[in-house]
């Protein structure tokens, strides 16, 4: 019968919570890239660009810079205040920042390519 | 200008147009006839007519570049070497126009000093590239190089009369912008140049152009226009540099500018794909796109400001 088996099953309140549930796991799953700060201060180097900038991270954040060109890059803050040696295919520079603040930066070996990280 | 001069003009012109291991350059009268060097090294009647070659211009090496548009950089600038060596009359002098290195790492440095001394002529030098500099203190260079300038970076010196400024303009980039050479180092050209006779053949080396090649790629220096104001005087400027990988020249008035290939990589031509990065070219390509640049003095530089009156 139908309505039996229906009945036997989880009721529909109960597939709601489930779905709802699943959902949940789905946020847990996705959901750092998006809200977790150590994800989200990656700087991708690539095709001669900073990507992203500018980047908006808050005050204690530890930034990474990866170079992703077979050109090395650097990454040279304008007012001195960090500087990576030069960045070979795949290498990495991190800083971290502590004061608020807009902060410029150049890749000195082609000062064309800038970016810009906002500290709140 | 004789005919033979002219002569070796369209032949260097010929030959740029197919490429090669090199180009040759003659200071004849001041003004720059450029031949190609496979051809002169087959060619000892026509080379024998520049006179004793008076430097060799050796760009870009990049030592520690690895990867796959030329996995061996030692290779190619051996084979350089071996070509410069194997000139009939050696030059008395060797320019390094910069980017020694790719990295600014101690040991591509000592790399490049073990290849460079198997190299005949000895005089030898140099100004840094962007690739030289980049380590945090930016010592590496200069503990190697700085002798010369002090650890400024620029500096002149003359050699069978012909008066040469090497100059640097890649360090103090500004963001988004081309190279810059600064007012202090324009100060002391002002100064060096100041009471020298215009007769007086110039030969200018830098590392990025002295000219604006190509501004969204960064060839070029911002201010390298108030160099140009100062040198515009003399009757036989050659203006020298590397950075871009490949030959660019342009004439203007008595100054002769001239971009040297690299030894290592070649670069794509302007404005072509994202940046000026490696360029993959086939394997039995690479070759012709790689080379070095050498200077003669036809006539003993003595008589070079008669050739001056000609090109006024």
Redesign the interface.
């Known amino acids: 019968m139908i309505r039996g088996r229906y009945r036997s099953g989880p009721s529909r309140r109960g597939k709601a919570l489930l779905c709802f549930t699943a959902m949940i796991g789905l946020f847990a799953v996705c959901g750092p890239s998006a809200a977790d700060p150590a994800d989200a201060t990656k700087i991708v180097v690539k ?3 900073f990507a992203p900038t500018p980047l908006t991270i808050k005050a204690g954040s530890t930034v990474t810079w990866t170079n992703m ?4 890059h ?1 990454a040279v803050s ?1 007012s001195g205040l960090f ?4 960045m ?2 795949n290498e990495s520079f991190s800083f971290k920042f502590d004061k608020p603040g807009t902060y ?1 930066y ?1 890749c ?5 390519m ?1 970016g810009t990280i906002i500290v709140q | 200008m004789s005919d033979d001069s002219l002569l070796s003009r369209r032949n260097a012109l010929k030959c740029m147009a197919y490429g090669g291991a090199g180009t040759l350059f003659a200071l004849s009268g001041g003004v720059l006839a450029p031949l190609d060097l496979a051809m002169a090294a087959g060619d000892k009647q026509g080379t024998a007519k520049l006179g004793k070659p008076l430097f060799v211009q050796i760009s870009d090496t990049h030592i520690g570049f690895n990867k796959d548009a030329n996995p061996d950089v030692n290779g190619t600038l051996t084979q350089t070497i071996d070509i410069v060596n194997g000139m009939t009359e050696q030059p008395a002098l060797i320019i390094h126009t910069g980017d020694i290195t790719h990295l600014s790492k101690a040991a591509e440095f000592d790399t490049a000093q073990q290849l460079f001394s198997r190299l005949r002529t000895t005089e030898m030098h140099t100004v840094p590239g962007e690739h030289d500099t980049t380590d945090p203190t930016v010592t590496e260079y200069f503990n190697r190089f700085g002798k010369a300038s002090d650890n400024k970076g620029y500096y002149s010196f003359d050699h069978s009369g012909v008066h040469f400024i090497a100059l640097i303009n890649v360090l103090q980039f500004k963001p988004g912008g081309l190279g810059t050479l600064g007012p202090d180092q324009l100060a002391w050209v002002a100064a060096d140049l100041k009471g020298r006779s215009s007769s007086t053949p110039i030969v200018v080396f830098a590392h990025m152009p002295l000219w604006t090649i190509y501004e969204p790629w960064g060839w070029g220096t911002g201010d390298a226009d108030q160099l140009m104001s100062q040198l515009r005087r003399f009757g036989s400027v050659t203006v020298l540099n590397g950075h871009i990988h490949q030959i660019v020249q342009k004439v203007e008035g008595n100054m002769t500018f001239h971009t040297a290939r690299s030894t290592s990589y070649p670069q794509p031509v302007a404005g072509v794909g994202s940046g000026p990065g490696p360029l993959k070219v086939p394997s039995d390509q690479l070759a012709s796109m790689l080379g070095i640049t050498s200077i003669s003095v036809v006539k003993h530089p003595s008589s070079l400001a008669l050739k001056d009156t000609a090109l006024a």
Do not use: A, L, N
């Open positions: 095709e001669f660009m060109d077979d050109e090395p650097t304008d500087k990576s040696g030069g070979d295919t410029h150049t000195s070996i082609h000062p064309r800038v």
